[in-house]
C-alpha cells in the first residue's frame, strides 16, 4: 500500500473514533462503533498472526476492564449519576484508541514517521521518536527476560532493579556513541505503486468519514 493511502486509513479510523466520541451511545453509535473496530482488527489480522492480535486485545482489555469493574460498581453501590452503558461505550472507545495506536505503529514504518515529521518541521523530534520505537523492543525483551528468569527462581522482584537499570543505561550509552560517530541516516521512502488494495482503503476510509459525518448530522 502507498502512504498517502495508509495515512488516510489511520486518519479515518481516529477521526471515526473521534465522532464515535460525541455521540451519544444509540444503536447507530454502536454500529458504527463496531465497523471501527472491524477496521481495526482487520488490518492488524493482515499484518500479524491471530495469536499476536488475542494478547494484545486480552493486555488492553485486562486494565480496561479493571476500570470498567470499578466505575460500574461506583454506579449501583454508591448512586453514581453515570450511565451504565455510558460507562461500556466509554470503555469500548478506549479499546479501539489503543488498537488505532497498534494500527498505526504498524502501518507506519519509523522512516515515514521521521519522513512525515520533516515536512511539517520536527525533523528532529521524528528522529527521536523513531529512535526509541526502534530500540524500544530490544529493551523490553530484555526486560521480559528477566522478569522470567525472577519467577522460575521464586526470589524478589525488586533483585532485578538494579541489573535492568544499568542495562538500560549501558544500551542508551552505546546508542548514543552510535550516533555521536556516525550520525542518523536521512529517511528514504520506497516509491510503491497504488493498486487494488489502495483502492480498497482508500474506499473503506472514505466510507468510514462519510457514515460518521451521516451519524453527526443526526
Known sequence: MTLASRLLLVASVFLGILIAAFSAPTPASWVYLSAIAFVELGVIK??????????????????????LSMRL??????????NPTTTVYAALLLVEAFLGITMLLQLISPSELVWLASKVG??????????????????????SEV????????????????PLLVYTIEYGGQINEAIHLYGLPD???GKTKPGERDLLVISMSLALILTGILLLSR
Open 46 to 67: 493482515v499484518l500479524n498472526k491471530p495469536v499476536t492480535i488475542l494478547r494484545a486485545l486480552v493486555f488492553i482489555c485486562f486494565f480496561v476492564f479493571l476500570s
Open 73 to 82: 460498581i461506583g454506579i449501583f453501590l454508591f448512586n453514581n449519576p453515570l
Open 122 to 143: 520536527f525533523k528532529e523530534a521524528g528522529r527521536v521518536l523513531a529512535l526509541v520505537l526502534t530500540h524500544l523492543s530490544s529493551i523490553l525483551l530484555a526486560y
Open 147 to 162: 522478569y522470567v528468569v525472577v519467577k522460575l527462581k521464586k526470589t524478589r522482584s525488586i533483585l532485578a532493579l538494579k
Open 187 to 189: 529517511p528514504v521512502l
